[in-house]
């Protein structure tokens, strides 16, 4: 079944965390490959050379269908699975975290590493920039100067994003329409100008909006 809208990581970010004199420093960044994580984990093993661990997970694909993680070094399960957990939890597609760990001298146990890995890729989470993608239709809307103000108030009330508005001796309009609403605007634009306005199917498109700016993918 095709999904209709997917929460991606869009601009990867880093945070940093302290357990017990233990640096923990979480490194995101959106992938779309096992190539591409790969070339992310090396970078940032490059990096942070002189740390005793650089543990990491990434997930890729609409359901998830590739995801990998090492503890690399820690004890087996308390580094990378809960790290990919984290990522699987909040249902982030295409990204890739990488905890670089500077050890400070005090044993965490397994319990505390858990907390400690999950808990820094929570923050690089948070420092992050995640947006939601959607499926939608471009609608095309066609309509002559006594249908506008129906229209604008069916639009705003449905929260729908206005990309384009001509205005000639018609005004056109063209909306980003969620695929599962298309059929129900569609309906409610016709009602509501009784069948005065014309609407036209147009591309699919997937997009997604962060800070009120609408982003194309």
Not at 54 to 71: K, P, V, W, Y
Not at 111 to 121: K, N, Q, T
Not at 126 to 136: G, L, P
Request: glycine share 10%; with cysteine.
């Amino acid at each position: 079944m095709a999904l209709d809208s997917v929460k991606i990581l869009y601009k990867g970010g880093t945070a940093e965390i302290e357990v017990k004199k233990s640096r923990f420093i979480a490194n995101l960044k959106p992938v779309e490959s096992e190539e591409e994580a790969a070339a992310f984990i090396a970078e940032i093993k490059k990096k942070y050379w002189d740390a005793r661990h650089n543990c990491q997970a990434f997930t890729i694909g609409m359901n998830h269908e590739l995801t990998r993680c090492s503890d690399d070094g820690e004890p087996a399960q308390t580094a990378g699975r809960p790290m990919l957990d984290v990522l699987l939890g909040e249902d982030v597609h295409n990204v890739c975290v990488v905890v670089t760990r500077y050890f400070g001298g005090t044993l965490l146990g397994t319990g505390g590493l858990v907390r400690a890995y999950s808990g820094a890729v929570k923050e690089g989470l948070a420092a992050s920039e995640i947006v939601e993608k959607k499926r939608a239709f471009e609608m095309k809307i066609v309509t002559d100067y006594t249908g506008i103000g129906k229209i604008q108030y069916i639009l705003g009330q449905e929260n729908m994003t206005v990309l384009d508005s001509v205005y000639t001796d018609k005004v056109e309009f063209s909306v980003l329409v969620p695929v599962a609403e298309y059929d129900g605007l569609e309906k409610k634009i016709t009602e509501g100008t009784s069948g005065g306005a014309k609407i036209g199917k147009g591309d699919e498109v997937w997009y997604g909006t962060l800070n009120k700016e609408v982003i194309l993918f």
